[in-house]
């Protein structure tokens, strides 16, 4: 018996999956499927796992793949298990001394408790802990296979994947005081992340955001530095990965670009107005589960039904990222649509007159059909939840203050509009209050020094809980010099003396369709240059050093390079008038439904090269909207990785978790 990695790349051959579906394959084929020993081809196997790796393979396959590949029993290695003597076992479990401990345990003596011991590892394995294993000489003879699966991230999405670094923001922007935890948790980020790569078979040109200084004098500190430590670790995983990994490639077939939350701090608080978002901003759900009531199929009062919004729902996988006044219309045709396809529904359509039906109408009606089938049963839940999420805008007044806060992003609207605000609807909600206020200190961190800034939280009634939460906003993106002209901290650079600031300019070439669809997250500007070869290299450098006919010059005009040679077209400010909330049926801006469904089914064998971007301290659903945009966009598959994806009350939460001990604003800008 001897160690060996995975070779996962005979399962797939050329043709394209996603990072998603190749998990889902390795995890079951390459692993469980391998151990199907000669003499064991029809024995039930046991799986176990630690809590990490039953999420990681919760995240990539169902219970059902798992039983169909032999397991008939799932275990947690920690808990008391009934010996089995008879049955092999496979581990999937993390290489840490606990779990070896508990393995050996389980293996060794004259009564083990499985018949013979299939291991894998999520991660590479320490020598130590190897010799540990081998050096019990009950315990080697029982192990089928030893093996690093190098299999440490859970899919989130087909373009995205979380390291479950859920504490990152707090570990590694807080209180430097514990810098072992942090070095810690940028080591395990690090080493997920190239697990990633490791299951796609791909070797990236790893470029990340460099510590900027204000000045010569000004030193670099931890915070500054995330990037630079993170892209390090990386690097370090993959060069052993192209000694050790069979068929790893040996030159570059991608490219990594890492940055940090920093980088935008408007996009994990702004409302997004897709359905996505909206449903995970608005609606109380866990994951993505959800929780609704239906109609009772032997008369009784409603049932309450749990049901997943993920990839296998078409209907989700259509309307996810369509602004949720177009998933709304969307839904109200396919309700439509039916019914004038059915029937029994006309004639039930007829009998209630021949006024135009609300979709609500439609849903009672088709519930009310004896052939209500699986795909009516999807169609009604989305109806239903569409439904709740115009309920809670209408009722919360949402429209205007999302209108507010693009305005504010995009420089049409500043201080006194937000007091305006404040003052005129004090029935808004503290959290929503809050997050435009938030809003505001990533453009404004000025404002909100000493006096003004309590005065501004007086206004809006908001807690010294919420006070820490701007603060912290503020320090994450750095304080305000406000001796000197401009902000060099922020992601773009402001006049201090302006009245209005924008954070962002309107995208050039991109038509408006939607009201409340002029946001965008900083990424996508940086994805643009990545894929044309136009980000700077002072500002993002590359590790593995590739000549100027690779990534090119530095764009000259770009927001984020050193120095500007000449300035980039003029970007005309549009007029003030309002789009409409219904947008008109034959544009096709990247976001609607029917392009989604376009890009989704595109031929990825004839793009480009990947393009992986990795932000530490967490995710929103917007970046991760763009990502699956700028696919189609780009020709060239983007997928996002973070720590973890957040909606804003997390986000929100975490930030207020950032200093362990109550701090001043002078605290604040030491």
Same mark, same amino acid.
């Given at each position: 018996?001897?160690?060996?990695?995975?070779?996962?790349?005979?399962?797939?051959?050329?043709?394209?999956?996603?990072?998603?579906?190749?998990?889902?394959?390795?995890?079951?084929?390459?692993?469980?499927?391998?151990?199907?020993?000669?003499?064991?081809?029809?024995?039930?196997?046991?799986?176990?796992?630690?809590?990490?790796?039953?999420?990681?393979?919760?995240?990539?396959?169902?219970?059902?793949?798992?039983?169909?590949?032999?397991?008939?029993?799932?275990?947690?290695?920690?808990?008391?298990?009934?010996?089995?003597?008879?049955?092999?076992?496979?581990?999937?479990?993390?290489?840490?001394?606990?779990?070896?401990?508990?393995?050996?345990?389980?293996?060794?003596?004259?009564?083990?408790?499985?018949?013979?011991?299939?291991?894998?590892?999520?991660?590479?394995?320490?020598?130590?802990?190897?010799?540990?294993?081998?050096?019990?000489?009950?315990?080697?003879?029982?192990?089928?296979?030893?093996?690093?699966?190098?299999?440490?991230?859970?899919?989130?999405?087909?373009?995205?994947?979380?390291?479950?670094?859920?504490?990152?923001?707090?570990?590694?922007?807080?209180?430097?005081?514990?810098?072992?935890?942090?070095?810690?948790?940028?080591?395990?980020?690090?080493?997920?992340?190239?697990?990633?790569?490791?299951?796609?078979?791909?070797?990236?040109?790893?470029?990340?955001?460099?510590?900027?200084?204000?000045?010569?004098?000004?030193?670099?500190?931890?915070?500054?530095?995330?990037?630079?430590?993170?892209?390090?670790?990386?690097?370090?995983?993959?060069?052993?990965?192209?000694?050790?990994?069979?068929?790893?490639?040996?030159?570059?077939?991608?490219?990594?670009?890492?940055?940090?939350?920093?980088?935008?701090?408007?996009?994990?608080?702004?409302?997004?107005?897709?359905?996505?978002?909206?449903?995970?901003?608005?609606?109380?759900?866990?994951?993505?589960?959800?929780?609704?009531?239906?109609?009772?199929?032997?008369?009784?009062?409603?049932?309450?039904?749990?049901?997943?919004?993920?990839?296998?729902?078409?209907?989700?996988?259509?309307?996810?990222?369509?602004?949720?006044?177009?998933?709304?219309?969307?839904?109200?045709?396919?309700?439509?649509?039916?019914?004038?396809?059915?029937?029994?529904?006309?004639?039930?359509?007829?009998?209630?007159?021949?006024?135009?039906?609300?979709?609500?109408?439609?849903?009672?009606?088709?519930?009310?059909?004896?052939?209500?089938?699986?795909?009516?049963?999807?169609?009604?839940?989305?109806?239903?939840?569409?439904?709740?999420?115009?309920?809670?805008?209408?009722?919360?007044?949402?429209?205007?203050?999302?209108?507010?806060?693009?305005?504010?992003?995009?420089?049409?609207? =500043?201080?006194?509009?937000?007091?305006?605000?404040?003052? %005129?609807? +004090? @029935?808004?909600?503290?959290? /929503?209050? $809050? &997050?435009? !206020?938030?809003?505001?200190?990533?453009?404004?961190?000025?404002?909100?020094?000493?006096?003004? =800034?309590?005065?501004?939280?007086?206004?809006?009634?908001? %807690?010294? +809980? @919420?006070?820490?939460?701007? /603060?912290? $906003? &503020?320090? !994450?993106?750095?304080?305000?010099?406000?001796?000197?002209?401009?902000?060099?901290?922020?992601?773009?650079?402001?006049?201090?003396?302006?009245?209005?600031?924008?954070?962002?300019?309107?995208?050039?070439?991109?038509?408006?369709?939607?009201?409340?669809?002029?946001?965008?997250?900083?990424?996508?500007?940086?994805?643009?240059?990545?894929?044309?070869?136009?980000?700077?290299?002072?500002?993002?450098?590359?590790?593995?050093?590739?000549?100027?006919?690779?990534?090119?010059?530095?764009?000259?005009?770009?927001?984020?390079?050193?120095?500007?040679?000449?300035?980039?077209?003029?970007?005309?400010?549009?007029?003030?008038?309002?789009?409409?909330?219904?947008?008109?049926?034959?544009?096709?801006?990247?976001?609607?439904?029917?392009?989604?469904?376009?890009?989704?089914?595109?031929?990825?064998?004839?793009?480009?090269?990947?393009?992986?971007?990795?932000?530490?301290?967490?995710?929103?659903?917007?970046?991760?909207?763009?990502?699956?945009?700028?696919?189609?966009?780009?020709?060239?598959?983007?997928?996002?990785?973070?720590?973890?994806?957040?909606?804003?009350?997390?986000?929100?939460?975490?930030?207020?978790?950032?200093?362990?001990?109550?701090?001043?604003?002078?605290?604040?800008?030491?």
């Amino acid at each position: 018996m001897s160690l060996s990695d995975s070779d996962s790349s005979s399962s797939y051959g050329a043709e394209y999956k996603s990072l998603k579906q190749v998990s889902r394959e390795r995890l079951l084929h390459e692993m469980l499927r391998s151990a199907k020993t000669g003499d064991s081809k029809s024995t039930w196997k046991v799986l176990i796992m630690d809590k990490l790796t039953v999420k990681i393979m919760s995240h990539s396959c169902k219970m059902a793949d798992i039983t169909d590949e032999g397991v008939s029993l799932v275990e947690d290695i920690y808990k008391r298990r009934q010996p089995l003597p008879t049955m092999d076992a496979i581990y999937f479990i993390q290489p840490i001394k606990e779990n070896i401990i508990m393995f050996l345990s389980d293996m060794s003596g004259r009564k083990p408790l499985y018949r013979k011991a299939f291991v894998f590892f999520s991660s590479p394995i320490a020598r130590e802990l190897v010799m540990e294993i081998k050096k019990d000489a009950q315990v080697l003879p029982r192990i089928g296979a030893l093996r690093e699966m190098n299999l440490e991230y859970f899919t989130i999405d087909s373009q995205g994947f979380i390291t479950n670094n859920e504490r990152a923001l707090e570990e590694l922007f807080g209180d430097e005081v514990n810098n072992r935890k942090a070095v810690e948790c940028l080591h395990v980020m690090a080493t997920r992340i190239a697990t990633v790569f490791a299951s796609l078979r791909e070797f990236p040109f790893v470029r990340f955001r460099a510590a900027k200084s204000l000045d010569a004098t000004t030193m670099t500190t931890f915070h500054d530095l995330i990037p630079t430590k993170l892209a390090a670790g990386v690097w370090d995983c993959l060069v052993k990965y192209k000694k050790t990994i069979p068929n790893f490639p040996q030159t570059e077939t991608c490219e990594l670009l890492i940055i940090d939350r920093t980088i935008d701090q408007i996009a994990p608080v702004i409302h997004e107005w897709t359905y996505d978002a909206m449903c995970r901003d608005l609606l109380n759900m866990e994951g993505n589960k959800y929780v609704h009531e239906v109609p009772s199929k032997t008369g009784g009062p409603p049932e309450r039904k749990e049901v997943l919004l993920e990839d296998h729902d078409p209907i989700w996988l259509e309307l996810r990222h369509a602004h949720i006044a177009d998933a709304s219309e969307r839904l109200h045709e396919k309700m439509t649509s039916f019914i004038s396809k059915n029937k029994a529904a006309q004639i039930q359509h007829g009998s209630r007159g021949s006024g135009e039906m609300s979709t609500r109408d439609l849903q009672k009606m088709v519930q009310a059909l004896p052939q209500y089938s699986e795909q009516i049963d999807k169609l009604s839940l989305h109806v239903e939840i569409a439904g709740k999420i115009n309920r809670i805008i209408r009722e919360t007044g949402l429209r205007e203050l999302g209108q507010l806060e693009q305005d504010i992003v995009f420089g049409d609207a =500043g201080m006194k509009d937000v007091i305006k605000f404040l003052t %005129t609807k +004090e @029935d808004t909600s503290r959290e /929503n209050k $809050l &997050r435009l !206020l938030m809003i505001l200190a990533a453009i404004y961190p000025e404002k909100f020094e000493g006096e003004k =800034g309590q005065n501004l939280m007086r206004v809006a009634r908001l %807690t010294d +809980e @919420d006070a820490i939460a701007i /603060n912290n $906003l &503020r320090m !994450l993106g750095g304080e305000p010099d406000t001796k000197k002209t401009s902000t060099s901290s922020f992601a773009l650079k402001f006049d201090m003396h302006k009245k209005k600031r924008a954070a962002r300019k309107d995208r050039s070439g991109e038509e408006e369709t939607w009201q409340l669809s002029r946001f965008y997250p900083i990424i996508e500007e940086l994805i643009e240059k990545v894929s044309k070869n136009e980000l700077s290299k002072q500002d993002y450098p590359c590790l593995n050093d590739p000549s100027p006919t690779v990534h090119g010059t530095p764009y000259a005009g770009s927001p984020y390079s050193g120095s500007v040679t000449h300035n980039p077209p003029a970007h005309s400010m549009r007029s003030r008038r309002t789009p409409t909330w219904a947008r008109p049926r034959g544009s096709d801006d990247g976001y609607s439904s029917d392009s989604v469904l376009k890009h989704a089914s595109s031929d990825f064998k004839k793009m480009g090269q990947r393009i992986f971007i990795f932000i530490v301290g967490g995710a929103t659903r917007s970046e991760l909207r763009i990502c699956h945009k700028l696919t189609g966009k780009l020709k060239r598959e983007v997928i996002l990785g973070s720590s973890s994806i957040d909606d804003p009350a997390q986000f929100i939460t975490k930030l207020k978790m950032l200093a362990t001990q109550e701090l001043s604003l002078d605290d604040l800008q030491i």
